[in-house]
C-alpha cells in the first residue's frame, strides 16, 4: 500500500508563492513518475504537472507553464511543486499522485494513470 501526504499549502496574495511537498511511503518511490493535480470548487479534477521517475523529465499543464516547477527528490522520497506568480485561479486542493506502473513515460496527464492519491492541501490566492 502506497501512502501520500502532502503538505504546504495555505493562504497569499496574487503574484505570491508557495512550494508543496508529497512524502511517499509504501513502495520502491524512485521507479514511477509522480503527479499533481488540482480541483477547485465545481469543477472536475485536473492536471497540473508530472515528473518522470527519473526526474529527467517533466510535463505542465499550460496554465502553469513558467510560473510551476515540479521536482523530485528520490532519496527522500517526496516530490515538490513549486509556483510561484500565484494567481486567484490556481485556488484549489491540491493533489499528489504516484503512477500505477513503474517506469513509464510522460506525459501522464490523465487521473486514470496515477494509482494512489494523497488528501490533498488547500491553496487559496487572494486577490
Known amino acids: 500500500q502506497v501512502q501520500l501526504v502532502e503538505s504546504g499549502g495555505g493562504l497569499v496574495q496574487a503574484g505570491g508563492s508557495l512550494r508543496l511537498s508529497c512524502a511517499a511511503s509504501g513502495r520502491t518511490f524512485s521507479s514511477y513518475a509522480m503527479g499533481w493535480f488540482r480541483q477547485a470548487p465545481g469543477k472536475e479534477r485536473e492536471f497540473v504537472a508530472a515528473?518522470?521517475?527519473?526526474?529527467?523529465?517533466?510535463y505542465y499543464a499550460d496554465p502553469v507553464k513558467g510560473r510551476f516547477t515540479i521536482s523530485r527528490d528520490n532519496a527522500k522520497n517526496t516530490v515538490y511543486l513549486q509556483m510561484n506568480s500565484l494567481k486567484p485561479e490556481d485556488t484549489a486542493v491540491y493533489y499528489c499522485?504516484?503512477?500505477?506502473?513503474?517506469?513509464?513515460?510522460?506525459?501522464?496527464?490523465?487521473?486514470?494513470?496515477?494509482?494512489?492519491w494523497g488528501q490533498g492541501t488547500q491553496v487559496t490566492v487572494s486577490s
Open positions: 515528473i518522470s521517475w527519473s526526474g529527467g523529465s517533466t
Open positions: 499522485a504516484a503512477d500505477g506502473v513503474a517506469g513509464s513515460v510522460l506525459p501522464r496527464p490523465t487521473l486514470y494513470e496515477y494509482d494512489y
